[in-house]
């Protein structure tokens, strides 16, 4: 066998097994829900569906499955709205002082969660407004706001601006050339920075953990404070829906990225 | 753009992002540093400023090994993730038919749809003493007893190398995918073999893409929270884990003094990554 043909079967198996240890962890969360015993055991001795029947009497699972839904949502249309706005600003207008605002505006990327949620946690106590939605509503926005200011500059940087200039010469108000000039060219990297900043919302813990008191928390939080106490598998029942969720973006994403014809370079979300 | 540079406008378009940046993130980071000078005894915060917190930071051996560990972990797991995400990218970059690529992309990225909790919950089953990883060692006759890889270090690097693995995977393909084609054409008409090539033409190239995945997963792992946590057992302490529970027993003092060591080490991460970036991109 030539060099060659050796080179391409090790990086073929080296490939295999790092597929395998890309998807395990979730393949076994799967399984295990389908089994018949409490106790984590591999080959599971039965399988049956009682962690779903479990999960399903355990209301609080599915009340802060809709706050964080709700949450994510509202979270996620905020930070598009007062993303839009800043990236604009910077682009267009490019003030002075432009790249500092940017700067700013981008910091709470570099601090770690867990040091924004006991800063958030001890300001709110300070101030009095502790567990409120807002607060929680606000978090979530700040931590989702970089990532859709960092795609959408970026997305303005290559639009052609001419364009809007054409509109305003041919008498478009500015925000009705904002709507039918700008817009239509950014909204497939908003929708990618939507999808993002969902997910990255519907995902925290530790910035929002001291912020939710029992009976007001977010699904990965129940899930995590559950965990601490119990580990039946009915947190493998949950997971497995919310995979098969998952499932359903990344087929949503292939479909996009097939009819936009958009490359890989798109899933790189930190540059 | 013929736009004059004016405020106004501008600042009116701003207006909503910095409010938010000031309500939600320096407010909050001032009272944070105002109760690292809090003095905490008793159960009890009092406002009479001092610096001990950050004395004992400094001189208390217990503070140090958590800072070292901390960095430790950090270390250990962006060298994993790049043993891994390395031959990965490539092997991706390799890949000729758009359609494989793109699924094999996304199936590396999928893992990030997917909460951190659930996939932190799926190592912690899938290394446990009777879990999968076990069976199969003793399947392979490797072992009798049961090999403890979970509720130590083992599991946490485990888990967190698999929790970043994307992080560093896309920014090395992405410099892959930058690279002139006729400059490893250029190698091999000079003979240069495979090996010659990829030392001296690839790698040098892709080093600003490993660079960047490193600086993401580095950064990322010095914050983890919720994969120590629950993989870790209480054996491993890291900076975030005491953080967390200095909070909870309301010693804000020493969560304050916590916290802000994490952001320093974090701050010069992205500083120090920064420079071996432009180091690695003029070479």
Same mark, same amino acid.
């Given at each position: 066998?030539?060099?060659?043909?050796?080179?391409?079967?090790?990086?073929?198996?080296?490939? &295999?097994?790092?597929?395998?240890?890309?998807?395990?962890?979730?393949?076994?969360?799967?399984?295990?829900?389908? $089994?018949?015993?409490?106790?984590?055991? &591999?080959?599971?001795?039965?399988?049956?569906?009682?962690?779903?029947?479990?999960?399903?009497?355990?209301?609080?699972?599915?009340?802060?499955?809709?706050?964080?839904?709700?949450?994510?949502?509202?979270?996620?249309?905020?930070?598009?709205?007062?993303?839009?706005?800043?990236?604009?600003?910077?682009?267009?207008?490019?003030?002075? %002082? %432009?790249?500092?605002?940017? %700067?700013?505006?981008?910091?709470?990327?570099?601090?770690?969660?867990?040091?924004?949620?006991?800063?958030?946690?001890?300001?709110?106590?300070?101030?009095?407004? #502790?567990n409120t939605q807002i607060s929680l509503l606000l978090a979530h926005t700040l931590v989702i706001l970089p990532y859709v200011i960092a795609m959408l500059t970026a997305a303005l940087m290559n639009f052609d601006w001419s364009l809007v200039e054409a509109a305003s010469d041919l008498g478009a108000r500015p925000l009705r050339s904002f709507?039918?000039?700008?817009?239509?060219?950014?909204?497939?990297?908003?929708?990618?920075?939507?999808? &993002?900043?969902?997910?990255? $919302?519907?995902?925290?813990?530790?910035?929002?953990? &001291?912020?939710?008191?029992?009976?007001?928390?977010?699904?990965? #939080?129940?899930?995590?404070?559950?965990?601490?106490?119990?580990?039946?598998?009915?947190?493998?029942? !949950?997971?497995?829906? !919310?995979?098969?969720?998952? #499932?359903?973006?990344?087929? %949503?994403?292939?479909?996009?990225?097939?009819?936009?014809? !958009?490359?890989?370079?798109?899933?790189?979300?930190?540059? | =753009?013929?736009?004059?540079?004016?405020?106004?406008?501008?600042?009116?378009?701003?207006?909503?992002?910095?409010?938010?940046?000031?309500?939600?993130?320096?407010?909050?980071? =001032?009272?944070?540093?105002?109760?690292?000078?809090?003095?905490?005894?008793?159960?009890?915060?009092?406002?009479?400023?001092?610096?001990?917190?950050?004395?004992?930071?400094?001189?208390?051996?217990?503070?140090?090994?958590?800072?070292?560990?901390?960095?430790?972990?950090?270390?250990?797991?962006?060298?994993?993730?790049?043993?891994? *995400?390395?031959?990965?990218?490539?092997? =991706?970059?390799?890949?000729?038919?758009? *359609?494989?690529?793109?699924?094999?992309?996304?199936?590396?990225?999928?893992?990030?749809?997917?909460?951190?909790?659930?996939?932190?919950?799926?190592?912690?089953?899938?290394?446990?003493?009777?879990?999968?990883?076990?069976?199969?060692?003793?399947?392979?006759?490797?072992?009798?007893e049961p090999v403890t890889l979970v509720f130590n270090l083992t599991g946490v690097l485990i888990a967190l190398a698999h929790v970043f693995l994307p992080f560093v995977v896309f920014p090395i393909f992405s410099s892959m995918t930058r690279l002139d084609p006729s400059l490893r054409e250029a190698a091999s008409d000079l003979g240069a073999?495979?090996? =010659?090539?990829?030392?001296?033409?690839?790698?040098?190239?892709?080093?600003? *893409?490993?660079?960047?995945?490193?600086?993401?997963?580095?950064?990322?792992?010095?914050?983890?929270?919720?994969?120590?946590?629950?993989?870790?057992?209480?054996?491993?302490?890291?900076?975030?884990?005491?953080?967390?529970?200095?909070?909870?027993?309301?010693?804000?003092?020493?969560?304050?003094?916590?916290?802000?060591?994490?952001?320093?080490?974090?701050?010069?991460?992205?500083?120090?990554?920064?420079?071996?970036?432009?180091?690695?991109?003029?070479?």
């Amino acid at each position: 066998m030539s060099n060659w043909a050796i080179r391409h079967i090790l990086l073929a198996i080296f490939t &295999f097994g790092a597929i395998i240890y890309i998807v395990a962890p979730l393949a076994i969360v799967v399984l295990n829900s389908f $089994s018949s015993v409490a106790y984590s055991v &591999f080959p599971p001795p039965g399988f049956s569906l009682r962690w779903y029947a479990n999960l399903f009497e355990q209301s609080a699972f599915g009340v802060a499955a809709l706050r964080s839904v709700l949450l994510a949502t509202l979270a996620t249309a905020l930070a598009l709205v007062i993303g839009t706005m800043a990236s604009y600003a910077l682009v267009r207008h490019r003030p002075r %002082g %432009g790249e500092l605002i940017k %700067g700013l505006l981008m910091s709470p990327i570099v601090l770690p969660k867990i040091v924004l949620g006991v800063a958030l946690f001890m300001f709110f106590v300070r101030i009095g407004l #502790i567990n409120t939605q807002i607060s929680l509503l606000l978090a979530h926005t700040l931590v989702i706001l970089p990532y859709v200011i960092a795609m959408l500059t970026a997305a303005l940087m290559n639009f052609d601006w001419s364009l809007v200039e054409a509109a305003s010469d041919l008498g478009a108000r500015p925000l009705r050339s904002f709507r039918k000039v700008v817009l239509p060219q950014i909204s497939t990297s908003m929708t990618i920075a939507a999808i &993002f900043a969902w997910i990255t $919302s519907f995902d925290q813990v530790e910035s929002t953990i &001291f912020l939710v008191r029992a009976g007001t928390t977010t699904l990965p #939080i129940e899930m995590f404070l559950y965990l601490q106490k119990w580990q039946d598998p009915t947190i493998a029942a !949950l997971s497995t829906l !919310l995979i098969l969720f998952a #499932i359903l973006l990344l087929l %949503g994403l292939d479909a996009m990225m097939r009819r936009k014809r !958009l490359t890989l370079e798109i899933l790189n979300r930190g540059q | =753009m013929a736009e004059r540079r004016r405020w106004g406008v501008p600042l009116l378009l701003l207006a909503p992002g910095l409010a938010l940046l000031i309500a939600m993130f320096i407010a909050p980071l =001032m009272a944070f540093m105002e109760y690292s000078f809090y003095r905490f005894r008793r159960g009890r915060l009092t406002a009479d400023y001092n610096l001990d917190t950050y004395r004992r930071f400094l001189t208390d051996e217990y503070y140090h090994v958590i800072i070292l560990d901390t960095l430790k972990v950090a270390t250990l797991v962006t060298l994993i993730a790049l043993a891994i *995400g390395y031959p990965l990218a490539y092997a =991706m970059w390799k890949i000729n038919r758009p *359609g494989l690529q793109r699924w094999l992309g996304l199936l590396i990225f999928s893992p990030i749809l997917v909460s951190v909790v659930v996939r932190s919950y799926g190592w912690t089953v899938l290394l446990s003493d009777q879990g999968p990883v076990n069976w199969a060692l003793r399947g392979l006759g490797l072992t009798d007893e049961p090999v403890t890889l979970v509720f130590n270090l083992t599991g946490v690097l485990i888990a967190l190398a698999h929790v970043f693995l994307p992080f560093v995977v896309f920014p090395i393909f992405s410099s892959m995918t930058r690279l002139d084609p006729s400059l490893r054409e250029a190698a091999s008409d000079l003979g240069a073999g495979w090996w =010659m090539t990829f030392r001296r033409v690839t790698l040098p190239l892709t080093l600003p *893409g490993v660079v960047a995945g490193a600086q993401i997963c580095f950064v990322l792992s010095l914050g983890a929270f919720v994969t120590p946590a629950m993989l870790g057992g209480g054996r491993v302490l890291v900076l975030p884990l005491q953080v967390y529970s200095a909070t909870s027993e309301i010693n804000w003092p020493v969560a304050a003094v916590g916290g802000l060591v994490l952001l320093i080490a974090a701050l010069l991460a992205v500083l120090g990554f920064n420079r071996l970036l432009r180091y690695s991109e003029v070479r």
